[in-house]
């Protein structure tokens, strides 16, 4: 079954320090990946995806996240994390069609200290 | 354009009551879906409609009921709450209901279920 981990709860990062969230997935195909941030009382919001092509993604705000087939992995970073970065981050994976159309993690809740 | 808009923002509600958590979208999206969000579990999908006049379940579909409305709106009830179902419901809308389609989300209702 298809299945997304984000291994790591809690993140704390200083502010200007480079910030890097892990997502594995397991899928058998080539998978369509997503990841979504979400600001505290807000809805989920598009970061970036990847379908094919460049492994290296680049998103909105300043993330880039990068396709490891060999590690089944698609981790989201950043360079330099502003005090507004904090927030819920979540990697999806979308699923075969006929299933639930995406498969959510768990989350990363990031905290960043002044 | 708002997007995916939802009322009511908050509810509290006593076991045994029913209730109709509403959601609009304005992007002319042919799919759109329920989520609800819990501590620890991410988002799990509870119904979906792939298209005007569809709907399907998805992960965890118990005690909820749908209604695709039009193309624009699609609502979500609960006939009668438990305190299983305090959690945080969110609406999203995408152009098609593939895998590889981005979800758009909206700001989610908090329900409480005493």
């Known amino acids: 079954a298809q299945s997304v981990t984000q291994p790591d709860i809690h993140i704390t990062v200083s502010e200007g320090a480079s910030l890097e969230l892990r997502c594995n997935y397991s899928?058998?195909?080539?998978?369509?990946l997503f990841w979504y941030v979400q600001s505290p009382g807000q809805g989920l919001q598009l970061l970036l995806k990847y379908f094919s092509g460049d492994t290296l993604v680049q998103g909105i705000k300043g993330f880039e996240a990068e396709f490891k087939r060999s590690q089944s992995s698609f981790n989201l970073r950043k360079p330099s994390v502003h005090w507004s970065d904090a927030a819920e981050y979540f990697c999806a994976v979308g699923a075969p069609s006929g299933t639930y159309k995406y498969i959510f993690g768990t989350g990363t809740r990031l905290k960043v200290l002044a | 354009n708002a997007g995916v808009t939802q009322t009511p923002k908050f509810q509290v509600l006593k076991t045994g009551q029913s209730m109709t958590l509403q959601c609009a979208q304005d992007m002319n999206h042919n799919s759109m879906y329920w989520y609800r969000q819990d501590p620890g579990m991410g988002l799990r999908l509870i119904y979906y409609?792939?298209?005007?006049?569809?709907?399907d379940k998805g992960e965890v579909p118990n005690g909820y009921n749908v209604s695709r409305l039009n193309k624009r709106e699609f609502s979500l009830r609960l006939e009668s709450a438990a305190p299983s179902q305090t959690s945080v419901y969110f609406c999203a809308s995408s152009e098609r209901a593939g895998r590889a389609d981005t979800q758009y989300f909206g700001p989610g209702t908090r329900l409480t279920v005493l």
């Open positions: 899928y058998g195909a080539t998978p369509y």
């Open positions: 409609s792939a298209s005007e006049g569809t709907t």
